[in-house]
């Protein structure tokens, strides 16, 4: 941690000088002084360069989403069906441009950004070269301008998360403060990009930090609600759709959105099998393969453009007309597979992009094939109760389907399942729809987990060799506790009043060589049968034992405690007392380092023993 | 590292031993604060800076999208006029994309999706514009046209009536009566005549004076079932213009058919003074002055013109009577033992008749008039049923006798 410097000059200064000179500091000189008191404590540095990170980070944004445009409006034309010669070769091309781009100059822009981040958070200390910033800027904006069915969110918190790394070196933060700028600034970048502050800020705890801390927390927020006022103020308040309105009319409708959550888990897992089953072997082609992968990956997705234009690009516009009732289910199914497919292509290419969009894309697809097939063969009624409740005219519910359809997928996919409850209530602004996404979010994320046990960023993290903290397993993880690892305290514990002899006497027989005495009211103390041999041979046999004790107490741990509480509280203990939680008094067992040790151990061949094959 | 060796809590090298702090970081130590300082204040000229360059970006960027918006725009425009309505939906849908928050844009291609008989996303996006602007004339027009198009009745009143009362940005009286009129015109398909009435008499009281409106909601009322007060429009139309000949041929028609033959004969024979009219016109001319010669009912005519008149009608009647027992193949006399026709018995009343037909026993007995005029009533109303329609004379009989109640009279 850097400590602050022990006076600033000026402190330092005044401190040498009589109390009058003090009193005689110019108002410059006081305001310099309290500027550089307050930039130089440790937590105000963080705070305001959490600040300044998202100013950044949301400036870049702009900047990236206005290139993207660009790139789109000059490569594919302005149409949103670009002519079919174009929609073939623009991808391809680019592609090639890509590859070069990135094998010669950027390789470590591959990817969509989110692993990268937390590489750099555990295991370069925080560190992403700015190039990185730069190259995927360029790259991800070539890729997606150009039609790759890739999304702007994960290149936005890479470069967040580089643009953080690089003031926090620059500022010379300590180790410690530069692993936790990069996730700042990676909240910032998706906060921007999403135009979601909450849904930054969960996601970042949920799959990058994995952990809630006070502090980190702090300068997350400010970091993502920093950016998304640059964003706002350059972009428009606009959200990225305009969410119909919802209101749940009849609990039948709730089973048709668990439908929504099977089917969207189902399509997140053959797209989760896609990536898994093609990226290690296109990986595993020769190394000049690599040059024409995105090339080949943008003829594919340019054949399938030119019959289906929609799943070009993010497709921001085209998740904004499904939820607007514009397509039927067949069309809406098509684009669902499509875009799976494309998604895929694009991304086990090695085509620099992020799948955040595709997600969404893919699951409002699905919500929204689901929704009208069920609103035109079973529930039929529906729009009718409600226009006779509200008294108004509603639109189809095939908007709110498609809405819970992203939440779904997201949670398929991304397996954070927070950050997708979160994300929908976010972008529809109305909490009624919170219980038909949590119902399919919790199906979609259960087939997912159980069809696919490995989420996909730490699936592409161990196809890339590295072995990244998985913050799902860590969450499922069972935690050892002091109650899996204590035994009973037996005859281990000796009263204070009785005499050195009549403990001697007890403990004659015992094998352990540690005992335990309550000395006062939930106070204990602990003595070897060495200290009570000693006082013995020294004639104090009459003596109380807690003559003996001393002021030290040892340390108490509770059942439900962790090991590692255990563990940090044991210090040069032989054992630890175990008492209830409300009678500090009573005695529930006693722990020992081989006890945890134990446990561990155990702990561990069980896991050997669920591992899979 | 072992007991006793201390790490840099900066950099995380260990602090060899004799160092109360760490060699490598406390080197840099005194001007590290300075250059902190010196860092984050760079960083916000930096920020200063690209934030300028942002703007001007964005700034340009919003130009760019605001142009291929309107460029899009008026592509779809032109391809609506040229009635090219899947090529106009097209390149409104992408000015949409550029200019997401335009209402005028979204408007005009949830049009084209009508045009092009896309209803649901026509409905899906008016129903985006109605609920940001729930009182906005021009959406609630498109939906209630909607709902005309899916004949949902209860719909389209809601919606044309939220026009009707809704805000319009241009010409707001002129626009509510235009959606009235549209109203109006859907609940006389739907035959909601009454409904129909109701919305034209709010119509009428709000129209200007002009003509060819009162004319129009005159042809309205006459198609809703209320010639009283077409007729009362068509008046007040010809009062603003008196040589309306779309008004006098209403006027005219509307009072032939209510009975009012006098003030037919003038208004059509002005409208013929005014302009060609069809023949229905000028046979309905013909037929009303026809009306008004033969008719023995006028309270304005002499006693003894009455009854040539009565007497005139008798003839004609009888005449006609005659032609349609020919025509039946039917003898005036039925044979014995044999129930007579209907035709036969008028033709038994008409022969005990024929002996008084003389104005003078008229003059002496006039309760006779009443006997021949219900003759001649049944006559021209039993003809008409057997031998067809009648023309000239006898539909004026015919056109008379409805007229005063028929042989009830």
Same mark, same amino acid.
């Given at each position: ?13 005044a ?5 009058p ?6 108002p ?13 404590g ?9 600040v ?6 949301g400036l870049?944004f702009?900047?990236f989403?206005?290139?993207?445009e ?9 149409a949103l ?34 692993n990268?981040t ?10 992403i ?6 190259g995927k ?6 890729a997606?301008?150009s ?8 290149p936005?918190?890479q ?9 926090g ?5 300590s ?12 909240a ?20 990058v ?6 502090g980190? /927390?702090?300068?997350v ?7 998304v ?12 759709f305009?969410v ?25 897992l053959?797209?989760?099998?896609l ?21 080949a990956?943008?003829l594919i ?20 007309q ?13 684009l ?9 292509v ?9 799948m ?5 894309f ?9 929704g009208?097939?069920e609103?035109?063969?079973?529930f039929?009624h ?8 509200l008294?108004?005219?509603t ?6 389907? #498609? ?7 997201f949670?398929g ?15 529809s ?8 996404v ?7 994320y ?5 069809y696919?046990?490995?989420?996909i960023?730490?699936l592409l993290?161990r196809q890339d ?7 799902e397993?860590?969450r499922?993880?069972?935690e ?20 050195v002899?009549?403990a001697?006497?007890?403990?004659e027989?015992l094998?352990?060589?540690f ?5 006062d009211?939930?106070?204990w103390?602990g ?25 030290t ?29 409300a ?11 081989n006890d945890?040790l ?5 702990a ?10 | ?26 080197k840099?130590h ?14 916000v000229?930096?920020l ?23 460029e899009?725009f008026?592509?779809?425009e ?9 090529k106009?939906?097209?390149?409104f849908r992408?000015?949409?994309?550029y ?7 979204r408007?005009?291609? #949830? ?15 008016? /129903? ?5 602007e ?9 939906l209630?046209r ?8 209860p719909d ?10 809704g805000?319009?940005s241009?010409?707001?009286?002129e626009?509510r ?6 109203l ?7 035959n909601?005549k009454?409904?129909?009435q ?5 119509l ?15 042809g ?14 068509y008046r007040k139309a ?11 041929l209403?006027?005219?028609e509307?009072a032939?058919?209510?009975g009012?033959y006098?003030a037919?004969v003038?208004?059509?024979e ?5 302009g060609?009219?069809?023949?229905r016109?000028r ?6 002055r026809l ?6 009912y ?7 013109? #009455?009854?040539r ?19 039946r ?5 039925p ?9 036969q018995?008028?033709?038994q009343?008409?022969?005990? /008749?024929?002996?008084?037909?003389h104005?003078y026993? /008229? ?7 009443l006997?021949?005029m219900d003759?001649v ?5 039993t003809?008409?049923?057997q ?8 539909l ?11 042989s009830?009279?």
């Open positions: 941690v850097i400590e602050p410097p022990e006076k600033p000059p000026d402190m330092a200064a401190g040498a000088a009589p109390a000179a003090a009193a005689a500091v110019s410059a000189g006081w305001l310099g002084a309290k500027t550089r008191a307050l930039l130089t440790e937590e105000q540095i963080f705070l305001l360069l959490s300044i990170i998202g100013l950044f980070s870049l702009v900047c989403h206005i290139s993207i660009w790139i789109r409006i000059n490569l594919l034309s302005s069906a670009p002519s079919p010669l174009r929609v073939i070769l623009v991808p391809a091309i680019a592609g090639l441009v890509i590859a070069y781009l990135v094998m010669r100059f950027f390789p470590r822009v591959r990817g969509s950004g989110v990268q937390k590489s750099a958070v555990y295991i370069y200390d925080g560190y070269p700015f190039s990185t910033v730069i800027f360029i790259t991800c904006a070539l997606i301008g039609g790759q069915s890739l999304g702007p969110e994960d936005a918190l470069m967040g998360a580089g643009v953080a790394s690089t003031l070196r620059r500022l010379r933060l180790r410690e403060k530069l692993r936790l700028v990069a996730p700042v600034g990676a910032a970048g998706l906060a921007a990009a999403f135009n979601t502050p909450i849904t930054a800020v969960l996601f970042i705890i949920e799959e930090i994995g952990k809630w801390s006070a980190v /927390l702090g300068a927020v400010l970091g993502a609600v920093s950016s006022v640059v964003e706002r103020l350059f972009l428009g308040e606009a959200p990225l305009r119909p309105p919802y209101h749940l009319v009849h609990p039948g409708e709730l089973v048709a959105y668990a439908v929504v959550g099977i089917v969207g888990g189902l399509a997140s053959l797209f989760v099998k990536v898994a089953f093609a990226r290690p072997r296109l990986k595993a082609l020769p190394r000049w393969t690599q040059y024409v992968q995105p090339a990956a943008g997705l340019g054949v399938i453009g030119v019959w289906l234009p929609q799943v070009l690009g993010a497709g921001y516009e085209v998740m904004d499904a939820m607007h009732d514009q397509y039927a289910w067949r069309m809406l199914a098509l669902a597979i499509f875009k799976i497919l494309a998604t895929g694009s991304f086990v290419s090695g085509t620099p992009g992020g955040f969009a595709p997600t969404i893919m699951g409002a697809m699905v919500g929204g094939a689901v009208d097939i609103r035109r063969f079973f039929t529906i729009p009718g109760v409600v226009e006779h409740l008294g108004a005219p639109p189809s519910t095939v908007g709110a389907f #498609a809405l819970v359809g992203m939440g779904a997928m949670a996919i991304m397996r954070a399942p927070m950050t997708s409850v979160f994300m929908i209530l976010e972008l602004g109305n909490y009624s729809i919170i219980i038909p949590m119902i399919s979010n919790t199906i979609a259960l087939i997912s987990r159980k696919q046990p490995t989420p960023f730490d993290s060799g590295l072995d990244l903290p998985s913050m397993e860590e499922e993880q069972a050892q506790r002091v109650e899996d690892a204590l035994h009973s305290p037996g005859k281990t514990v000796l009263d204070s009043e009785d005499t002899t009549d001697l006497k007890q403990v027989e094998p352990d060589q005992y335990l005495v309550l000395r009211e939930g106070e103390s003595i070897s049968r060495d200290a009570l041999k000693r006082a013995a041979s020294e004639e104090k046999g009459a003596q109380r034992v807690r003559a003996l004790l001393g002021d107490t040892l340390p108490i741990v509770h059942p439900d405690q962790t090991l590692e509480v255990a563990l940090r509280r044991m210090g040069d203990w032989p054992l630890l007392p175990v008492v209830h939680r009678n500090f008094s009573q005695l529930v067992g006693v722990i020992t380092l945890i134990k446990t561990y151990h155990k561990r061949q069980r896991d050997n023993d669920n591992l899979p094959g | 590292m072992s007991e006793g060796e201390q790490a840099c809590p900066r950099c995380g090298r260990v602090i060899p031993e004799g160092h109360s702090e760490c060699p490598y970081c406390a840099a005194s001007w590290w604060t300075v250059q902190r300082e010196t860092l984050l204040l760079a960083s000229a930096v200063v800076v690209l934030f300028a360059i942002t703007g001007v970006a964005a700034n340009l960027y919003h130009a760019k999208q605001k142009a291929l918006a309107q899009w008026v592509r779809g032109q391809a609506l006029n040229a009635d090219q309505a899947e106009a939906l097209e390149d992408t000015s949409l994309a200019a997401p928050g335009n209402d005028v844009y408007l005009r291609l #949830a049009q084209a999706l009508m045009a092009a008989h896309r209803t649901d996303e026509a409905r899906s996006h008016l /129903l985006t514009l109605w609920r940001e729930p009182g906005d004339g021009t959406v609630n027009l498109e209630a909607l709902a005309v198009d899916e004949n949902d009745m389209a009143l809601s919606y044309f009536h939220n026009a009707i009362y805000v319009w241009r010409n707001p009286e626009q009566r235009q959606v009235r009129l549209e109006c015109k859907f609940l006389i398909r739907q909601a009454t409904q129909a109701s919305e034209l008499i709010a009428a009281g709000e129209l200007p004076d002009i003509a060819s409106q009162r004319t129009l909601v005159a309205l009322f006459r198609e809703a079932g209320d010639p009283a007060r077409a007729l009362d429009e010809l009062k603003i213009d008196r040589r309306s000949e779309e008004a006098l209403g006027a005219g509307v032939y058919q209510t009012d006098a037919a003038t208004y059509l002005r409208a013929m003074g005014s060609s009219v069809p023949p016109v046979e309905e001319l013909k037929t009303a009306v008004l010669s033969l008719d023995p006028n309270p304005r005519l002499l006693r003894a013109e #009455a009854d008149r009565v007497l005139s009608a008798f003839q004609i009647a009888s005449a006609r009577l005659d032609g349609c027992l020919k025509s193949g039917l003898n005036p006399q044979p014995p033992n044999q129930q007579p026709s209907a035709l018995s008028l033709a009343q008409e022969r005990k /008749l024929q002996p008084r037909a104005l026993v /008229l003059s002496r007995n006039p309760d006779l008039r006997n021949f003759l009533s049944n006559v021209e109303e003809t008409e049923k031998c067809g329609e009648p023309s000239g004379d006898d004026a009989l015919l056109l008379i006798s409805r007229l005063h109640g028929g009830k009279q």
